[in-house]
Each structure stands twice: as C-alpha cells, then as structure tokens.
T-cell receptor, first 112, second 116 residues
Framework: GEDVEQSLFLSVREGDSSVINCTYT??????LYWYKQEPGAGLQLLTY?????DMKQDQRLTVLLNKKDKHLSLRIADTQTGDSAIYFC????????????FGSGTRLQVQP | DTGVSQDPRHKITKRGQNVTFRCDPI?????LYWYRQTLGQGPEFLTY????????KSRLLSDRFSAERPKGSFSTLEIQRTEQGDSAMYLC??????????????FGPGTRLTVL
C-alpha cells in the first residue's frame, strides 16, 4: 500500500530558499502533488509531477523527483512570509484508483 | 469561476446527534471526493463519486457514514450517532473527467465538525 512521509517542521528566513522533502513507497507509476494549507483553510494545489519526470519548474516553485530513492522535494525560491503554511505531499498511483494518499504535512515558518 | 464550496463551515453537535454536510463541486467536474482531516494529520480519503455513482469507499467510512450524490452535482455526507472521535475537518474535492493530470483534485474550504 501507499505511504507518504514528510518532515514535520522547517524554519527559514525571508528571502532564502526553502526545501521541503517527501518520500513515498508506492512502486507503480504514480502522480505526485504538492498542496498548501493555511490555518483553518482547505488545500490549495501548488504543483504536480508524474513519476516519469525528473523535474518541474513553475515560477518560484521547483519540484525534483528521485525515482530510485522515491524522494520528492519542493523548493520555494525567495521565500516570503506569505509562504508560511503547512505543505502536504500526496500521491496517487496510476492504477485507476482515485484516492490521494497524503503525508502528515511540513509546517513552514518564514521569519522576517 | 467559483471553486468547490462546502456548507456549513463549522458545526458543533452533541454526541449521538446526526449531522449532514453539503459539497458543491466546480461546475462540470464529474468527480467528487470526501476526505477527513484530524488535527496535525494529512487528509484521509473517505469516498469518491463519478457522476452519481459511488465508486470507491475507504475502510474509514463506517456504517454510521453515508454519502450521496443523487443528481451527479452536489453531494451530501451524513454522519449518524456522532461520536467524539468524529471531530475533524471534512474536506470535499472535485476533478474533471479524464486521466493523468486532468484528474487533479481541487479542494473546498472544509467543514469543521466538533462533537461535544
């Protein structure tokens, strides 16, 4: 079955880069997503990548995928105080099932 | 363009009462999902509809939980005989038909349930 793990907390200074890491266990082709959740709110989709890709860049966001180690990272360039939130990694195997499996989330704290 | 909406946003109830939540997906999205999120955890999948058909159900969806999507548009999630362990955020998501990236799920703001 699927399992997704993330580190719990990351603190950076405003203007620095943030790197949030995630590992997953599913061995099949899989879709991988990053969501952002602000306090008391729902989840905002940030970006996604399929497991046949190594990298995807979208403005300040860069997703890197190491398929061998099943390791996914989200890099946020020029981190701003508005980036403070919980970031969730999620996967969905390419098996026809639709359920997303989420990690426990990484709380990003951006200090001014 | 309106996103996924959920009603109510907050619900406080006493143990043993029944509650019902509503989700309105993004228009023309034919897939609709329910997740539950407890404090400090990521969302956990409950169930999924394609149009009006309920196609996947998690083991988390006990017999006290029932979800419907009668006309393939909005959906309701009912919890009967609520227990304190049901306290959580209930999230709804929707996605358009098709595979691959077009199946990306967009989430609503959630309904926070507190069972006293």
């Amino acid at each position: 079955g699927e399992d997704v793990e993330q580190s719990l907390f990351l603190s950076v200074r405003e203007g620095d880069s943030s790197v949030i890491n995630c590992t997953y266990t599913d061995s099949s082709s899989t879709y991988l997503y990053w969501y952002k959740q602000e306090p008391g709110a729902g989840l905002q989709l940030l970006t996604y990548i399929f497991s046949n890709m190594d990298m995807k860049q979208d403005q300040r966001l860069t997703v890197l995928l190491n398929k061998k180690d099943k390791h996914l990272s989200l890099r946020i360039a020029d981190t701003q105080t508005g980036d403070s939130a919980i970031y969730f990694c999620a996967e969905r195997p390419d098996t026809g099932r639709r359920a997303l499996t989420f990690g426990s989330g990484t709380r990003l704290q951006v200090q001014p | 363009d309106t996103g996924v909406s959920q009603d109510p946003r907050h619900k406080i109830t006493k143990r043993g009462q029944n509650v019902t939540f509503r989700c309105d997906p993004i228009s023309e999205h034919n897939r609709l999902y329910w997740y539950r999120q407890t404090l400090g955890q990521g969302p956990e999948f409950l169930t999924y509809f394609q149009n009006e058909a309920q196609l996947e159900k998690s083991r988390l969806l006990s017999d006290r939980f029932s979800a419907e999507r009668p006309k393939g548009s909005f959906s309701t999630l009912e919890i009967q005989r609520t227990e304190q362990g049901d306290s959580a955020m209930y999230l709804c998501a929707s996605s358009p038909s098709g595979g691959g990236y077009t199946d990306t799920q967009y989430f609503g703001p959630g309904t926070r349930l507190t069972v006293l």
